[in-house]
T-cell receptor, first 115, second 113 residues
Framework: NAGVTQTPKFQVLKTGQSMTLQCAQD?????MSWYRQDPGMGLRLIHY???????DQGEVPNGYNVSRSTTEDFPLRLLSAAPSQTSVYFC??????????????FGSGTRLTVV | LAKTTQPISMDSYEGQEVNITCSHN???????ITWYQQFPSQGPRFIIQ???TKVTNEVASLFIPADRKSSTLSLPRVSLSDTAVYYC??????????????FGQGTELSVKP
């Protein structure tokens, strides 16, 4: 049981490049989310999904796309990287309902630098 | 989503009890109160959740008064390893906030020897 796996752990992009941050979970969680965290700041929600085929925008969605074709995977696409997207990105997942609540499980993060 | 207000930072010493209070004046009837802990360079970790009165687990206690407009996270006998940022979340649509989990600024707790 690996939990939430994010790849890559580190990435350097040039301005204008595109890339996909991968997120996979093996806990059969319905809910998945992407956050970004800038230095010294709290987490900001980018996009989230409540199930396969269903996604919605969070607080800071511009410049990012997501899709959820399977329960396990929730990739985040940067369309045209900008220096303002330099950040640490966290993926998280959770059950939609349960008699005991264990909260969201977070991945270890992807550290992205855009030069 | 109910807005939360918590202190930006707190200092404590090893062995002390730490209480972090979160204000959420606009909490709705079906909102739950949830706390997360985040260590440097790691993702947040769920600590505790409650709806009313008191909830206790092996890590912390959560006190919620009858009007639910505030809540207090209590960490008993803190150690250096409790140095972290603590986030209070209050969300609509019940305990999982309908999938839309919004974090505020958090409280940076520094535990000194």
């Amino acid at each position: 049981n690996a939990g939430v796996t994010q790849t890559p752990k580190f990435q350097v992009l040039k301005t204008g490049q595109s890339m996909t941050l991968q997120c996979a979970q093996d806990m059969n969680h319905e809910y998945m989310s992407w956050y970004r965290q800038d230095p010294g700041m709290g987490l900001r929600l980018i996009h989230y999904s409540v199930g396969a085929g269903i996604t919605d925008q969070g607080e800071v969605p511009n410049g990012y796309n997501v899709s959820r074709s399977t329960t396990e995977d929730f990739p985040l696409r940067l369309l045209s990287a900008a220096p303002s997207q330099t950040s640490v990105y966290f993926c998280a997942s959770s059950r939609s309902r349960t008699t005991e609540y264990y909260g969201y499980t977070f991945g270890s993060g992807t550290r992205l630098t855009v030069v | 989503l109910a807005k939360t207000t918590q202190p930006i930072s707190m200092d404590s010493y090893e062995g002390q009890e730490v209480n972090i209070t979160c204000s959420h004046n606009n909490i709705a009837t079906n909102d739950y109160i949830t706390w997360y802990q985040q260590f440097p360079s790691q993702g947040p970790r769920f600590i505790i959740q409650g709806y009313k009165t008191k909830v206790t687990n092996e890590v912390a206690s959560l006190f919620i008064p009858a009007d639910r407009k505030s809540s207090t996270l209590s960490l008993p006998r803190v150690s250096l390893s409790d140095t972290a940022v603590y986030y209070c979340l209050v969300g609509a649509l019940g305990f999982n906030q309908g999938g839309k989990l919004i974090f505020g600024q958090g409280t940076e707790l520094s535990v000194k020897p």
